[in-house]
């Protein structure tokens, strides 16, 4: 999807061909590859994905690989500290078809520039593997990328530790990571996965911590729905505002 595309076209830069495999517009959630797509990512020479139970289709894919054929595979958020999100009722057993055991791991790891520094990295290496040849080249590549991401990392924490409140209302509960790095508290709409739905006595609840923390916006993401949202906004009288995760 969008943000490992970004990252690994800045790294990859004019050595490498990076697809994006999930179409602009597309909730990532929701996508699952087709067959052109399957034989794209065997003749590729590397196939980078999140991990973390997002992409509930990887396993089979892996699993249908060759032993000693087919790309190098990494694993995005490896060596990330995962979090575990809040099941909430109506989301099934799997919340995002995560996989074995881990259907409350919260996958969005991207979100928070700390994390995202760990992502290029293993991004980087992948490349390495793939191609020693230009081994220089994508350190340099990474090297520049990984700058902007500490920079934009040290700003979080200037302007974040100067905000006079550190609570925020989203969509869904795709913020843990750049909560639990910078000091936020993430009040979802949604569970892990954007078409989690509250109860009425969830939805009660956060209007009631809207209330309690004076908050003043709800975000949320161009790709879920906004209704529950705005009608929250209402009842609270309160904006909403658009707040795109990187995930399409």
Not at 197 to 217: C, G, S
Request: glycine content about 8%.
């Amino acid at each position: 999807f969008y943000t490992l595309y970004d990252f690994a076209s800045r790294i990859g830069g004019d050595r490498a061909n990076v697809i994006n495999l999930v179409p602009a517009g597309v909730e990532p959630h929701d996508w699952s590859p087709k067959s052109r797509d399957l034989i794209a990512m065997g003749k590729a020479q590397l196939f980078v994905y999140n991990g973390a139970g997002f992409e509930g289709w990887v396993h089979d894919f892996l699993e249908g690989l060759k032993p000693g054929s087919g790309p190098a595979v990494i694993e995005a958020s490896s060596g990330i500290e995962l979090l575990h999100g809040e099941h909430r009722e109506g989301e099934d057993d799997h919340g995002h078809e995560h996989g074995e055991g881990a259907s409350d791991v919260d996958p969005h790891v991207w979100v928070s520039p700390k994390s995202a520094i760990r992502i290029v990295e293993n991004i980087k290496n992948g490349f390495v593997q793939a191609d020693p040849a230009n081994q220089s080249y994508y350190e340099e590549t990474y090297d520049k990328l990984r700058t902007e991401l500490a920079e934009l990392d040290a700003k979080f924490e200037r302007m974040i530790a100067a905000a006079p409140r550190k609570e925020i209302v989203v969509s869904h509960q795709a913020f843990g990571y750049l909560c639990r790095d910078y000091g936020l508290t993430q009040m979802a709409i949604m569970g892990l996965s954007p078409d989690a739905e509250p109860t009425a006595q969830e939805l009660k609840a956060i209007l009631d911590f809207v209330k309690e923390h004076n908050v003043r916006y709800i975000f949320f993401e161009e790709l879920v729905s906004d209704k529950l949202a705005r009608t929250l906004a209402a009842d609270a009288r309160i904006e909403t505002l658009v707040l795109n995760p990187l995930e399409g």
